[in-house]
């Protein structure tokens, strides 16, 4: 079955351009120098919809993109960055008239029910409109589930003291904030087809890949597109990508893939 991903954001925790900054890249008119913050949103040949996490831009991106849908909700993790549009969920609630259900590990959901008390233990007295109706179900850090119909494989990624959760679907991977890779997510990963992959900047980091250990990753796994993510105010869009070996691609908001997902059959 044929599948779409749709990059919703593809910018560092700050999001690009980074308030107050005046850096050429900041002040840029080259839309692909826009970053909001990272985020994606698959849409299955069912038309179901599924997207991966719900940052503080969330609204925006659903507006920009036209996003009807959203059945439910993978978090790679609990950093504001990527959880902090979860209100905004409830949209959905009140157009599809459906509750959403939310993916995430045992330690990422914590983070998020830590952050939204008044959405995952509402306190009636203390209630104004209708909070966001979700349900949520616990992913292993290493393992699969059926998602709509479609196996998604969930592999753990080294993100300072955070585990993250990445994930491959046929031909598709998806590895954001990281810094390096796990053995386990090595082996998902391998030959994959599309990968969307932290590369931050040129310059190290502790927490994420620099685009020189994002450049390496790709190669180890023979990956055969892979699209740069998470990326900051020091990267031009136009220079850096001309910079980059074949194969190797910066993210843009806004970008589009069709991926398969090798389950043909159903
Ligand atoms: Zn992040
Ligand atoms: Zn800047
Ligand atoms: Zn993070």
């Excluded at 925790?13 to 692909?32: F, I, K």
């Excluded at 985020?39 to 991966?52: H, K, P, V």
């Excluded at 932290?198 to 685009?211: M, Q, V, Y």
């Amino acid at each position: 079955m044929l599948h779409e991903f749709l990059l919703l954001g593809c910018g560092t925790s700050t999001g690009v351009p980074l308030a107050g900054c005046v850096c050429a890249v900041c002040q840029s008119n080259n839309p692909r120098n826009f970053r909001n913050r990272t985020s994606g949103l698959i849409t299955f040949a069912s038309g179901d919809s599924f997207l991966i996490d719900a940052g503080p831009d969330l609204r925006h991106q659903c507006l920009t993109h036209k996003v009807r849908r959203v059945d439910s909700v993978l978090y790679t993790h609990a950093h504001a960055d990527h959880i902090l549009g979860t209100d905004d969920l409830r949209a959905f609630n009140f157009t599809l008239k459906n509750r959403i259900t939310c993916y995430g590990t045992t330690e990422t959901l914590q983070g998020i029910r830590s952050a939204f008390p008044y959405i995952f233990a509402p306190n009636e007295k203390y209630l104004g409109g209708l909070v966001a109706q979700l349900d949520v179900v616990e992913v292993p850090p290493l393992g699969e589930m059926s998602v709509h119909g479609v196996l998604v494989k969930y592999f753990p990624l080294p993100h300072g003291n955070v585990t993250v959760t990445g994930f491959r679907i046929g031909e598709l991977g998806y590895a954001t904030d990281c810094k390096g890779i796990s053995p386990e997510a090595r082996e998902v990963l391998q030959g994959v087809k599309i990968l969307f992959l932290d590369g931050l900047r040129w310059e190290a980091h502790n927490t994420h890949n620099s685009i020189h250990e994002a450049i390496e990753i790709a190669r180890s796994l023979g990956a055969e597109t892979t699209y740069l993510i998470h990326t900051t105010h020091t990267i031009e869009y136009d220079e850096v990508s001309r910079k980059l070996p074949p194969g190797v691609k910066l993210g843009y908001d806004g970008l589009r893939v069709r991926f398969e997902d090798y389950s043909a059959t159903r």
